[in-house]
Nanobody, 115 residues
Framework: VQLQASGGGLVQPGGSLRLSCVAS??????VGWFRQAPGKGRDFVGS???????RYAGSVKVRFTISRDVLKNTVYLRMNSLRPEDTAVYSC????????????WGQGTQVTVSS
């Protein structure tokens, strides 16, 4: 399985952006979004299971929404009320089983929040 993320860009504070993560096959148990800001480690943003269950990091829980289109094998990350501190490279990752680590990674997409 391969994952490909897209949709990043430059957005003003308070703006919105939607990222997409397309999977080459529908075999993953869970797809997660992660982000890495300059000079910092990679942080978990949120995820969605094949059953549609979602979870989020506390810092984005109210502002970000993860959804999926089963027919398109695509997971979306909708980001609202963006802040400069949301600036990071966002990546999607998948794991085949609930007991597996995230071991399938797509390339990242840059999100820059700036006026």
């Amino acid at each position: 399985v391969q994952l490909q993320a897209s949709g990043g860009g430059l957005v003003q504070p308070g703006g919105s952006l939607r990222l997409s993560c397309v999977a080459s096959a529908d075999t993953l148990y869970e797809v997660g979004w992660f982000r890495q800001a300059p000079g910092k480690g990679r942080d978990f943003v949120g995820s969605i299971t094949k059953f549609g269950l979602t979870r989020y990091a506390g810092s984005v829980k109210v502002r970000f929404t993860i959804s999926r289109d089963v027919l398109k094998n695509t997971v979306y990350l909708r980001m609202n009320s963006l802040r400069p501190e949301d600036t990071a490279v966002y990546s999607c990752a998948g794991r085949p089983l609930s007991s597996s680590p995230y071991n399938i990674w797509g390339q990242g997409t840059q999100v820059t929040v700036s006026s």
